[in-house]
């Protein structure tokens, strides 16, 4: 929309807009207008004079020539850069190429006007977009809550059933992790968590879908994946997590291991619901096998698995 509007207002102008990222200390040019841009795409803000400044900066003002660092190359004609500001935070830099000849003062009010709502509009779709985050993710590990993972999840399924591919849920549980949150308390249990996230990023797809499903259980949907797919993504995790060599405070924190439950859509189940449920006790399954491995969802192994816990379980008898 910018690139655009922009060059019917000021048609003598060529221009870019780059926003600040929120680790502060880079700039991302995100779009631009005219012919070939000669400026760098990524910057920081030390080599804009008006970020550095605070307010905008025309190179060639009261007979000095001052460029800012990031052009490729330096332009032949004069440059103009503004902060675009908004609720007194700076979120990135208009910037404008136009020749020496252009009257500046005519154009001075207009391209003032474009800052003041360049900015609102970048700060209110940075926020929009920040409020949808905080909605979908888990704030400790940053993987998709569980609210998202069932939108995800229902959209999937439609998908699967309209191209007949199957769905692989992963159900995920670290091994002793309320002994680990005893025995190192909760700040290291945290870190563990978050160290378990970022495993799943390392061992997954881009179209996969990883959420902390609540406390230490976590599951994992993968899309268009059959059981021997599943198995070898849920393996990878396995032995990336026995792996892991964790410390704090320059204490070692031992090893951490997760069971994993598989189950595959429409293979195991009838419904995604059941499915999800296939999973669990498969994870189950899994922790009395040993823990520290997989079990893939066989309905002919769960039921045996519940038989023997009712021949185990006590008779109680009429007082």
């Not at 809550?145 to 992963?170: D, P, T, V």
């Not at 670290?174 to 025995?183: P, Q, R, T, Y």
């Not at 230490?216 to 393996?235: M, Y």
Request: proline share 3%.
């Amino acid at each position: 929309m910018i690139s655009n509007v922009i060059p019917k207002l000021l048609p003598e102008f060529k221009g870019s807009v780059s926003i600040i990222k929120s680790s502060r200390n880079r700039l991302d040019t995100v779009t631009q207008w005219g012919e070939e841009w000669p400026g760098c795409d990524r910057f920081t803000p030390s080599e804009c004079w008006a970020l550095r400044k605070g307010h905008q900066h025309l190179s060639n003002e009261y007979g000095i020539q001052t460029f800012c660092s990031h052009w490729i190359e330096k332009p032949q004609c004069q440059t103009l850069c503004i902060p675009l500001l908004a609720q007194g935070e700076t979120i990135g830099v208009l910037t404008f190429i136009m020749d020496e000849s252009v009257p500046i003062d005519e154009y001075r009010h207009i391209w003032s006007a474009i800052a003041d709502e360049v900015g609102l509009t970048l700060a209110n779709i940075q926020l929009r977009d920040n409020l949808r985050e905080q909605a979908i993710r888990d704030p400790l590990t940053g993987l998709f809550n569980r609210r998202y993972m069932l939108e995800a999840l229902e959209q999937a399924h439609s998908r699967s059933e309209r191209k007949g591919h199957s769905i692989a849920i992963l159900m995920i549980d670290l091994d002793h992790f309320k002994l680990f949150n005893d025995n190192f308390g909760h700040e290291a249990g945290d870190y563990v968590l978050k160290a378990t996230a970022q495993v799943f990023k390392d061992s997954l797809r881009q179209e996969d879908i990883a959420c902390r499903y609540g406390g230490e259980e976590f599951c994992i949907v993968l899309p268009d994946t059959n059981e021997n797919q599943a198995s070898l993504i849920a393996e990878r995790i396995v032995k990336a997590m026995s792996s892991l060599e964790l410390s704090m405070n320059k204490l070692s924190l031992g090893t951490v291991t997760a069971s994993i439950g598989i189950a595959v859509f429409p293979d195991n189940a009838v419904t995604m619901d059941d499915t999800i449920r296939a999973a669990d006790e498969a994870l189950y399954l899994a922790k009395e096998n040993g823990r520290n491995r997989t079990e893939i969802s066989n309905t002919q192994n769960i039921e045996n698995s519940r038989n023997e816990k009712k021949d185990q379980a006590p008779e109680i008898k009429d007082a």
